[in-house]
């Protein structure tokens, strides 16, 4: 078992970031069970509103578990999630500061997701869910293969396609958090949609 904050606080202190002032996935987790890794752009303003946060529901699970729902899959629980292989993670560690994320801070917190990938030895998928997610894998993917994994394209044109970074699947997506995504129903229909697509993906 890996402690996810033990392992990321460490990897924070190594490129100069303080583990404090990060919301880091609060879990311990076998990587050799992890098969998907769904990256959602950043944590929120309150902790307690976060994916792994101890809160009955919280904002951020409340969509998340209503978007697993309308794809056909009975979850109740981050602990639910985390039984299928599936592991939920941010590209920026810490809140907005402003209406996006400056570069300089995603570029900061990259070893961190690129960390949180390379602990899965049979990962099979990353769904990079949202711009910033999008941004941040293909960074990843392109520091070590010269090119993008996923086109600079809008979503909704390229997210039919299928995308390989060596035998791991990416599938770009949107973003799967916020308390108005579930009256969207257009793309709360393609990010079921997606998720459907991943858990075929994970059960074939």
Known sequence: MVNIITLLSEVAKQNGLIPDALQLPDCEISPESVQVVMVSEVPPRDPQDGFYSKAPVS???????????????????????????IYITTAVKSPKSGYTVDADVLNSHL??????????????????MGDVSIKAVNKIVKARTKKNVIPSQSTYKIRNNEYFWGSVRVFPSYIITGKNLLIEKGKCDMIAEDIRRMMELLQG
């Not at 949180?116 to 990962?123: K, Q, S």
């Open 59 to 85: 904002d951020y699970m409340k969509s998340t578990l209503g978007l697993f729902e309308m794809a056909g899959v009975p979850v109740q629980s981050m602990g639910d999630i985390l039984g299928l292989g």
């Open 111 to 128: 070893p961190l997701l690129e960390a949180e990938l390379a602990l899965f030895p049979n990962l099979k998928a990353i769904m990079a």
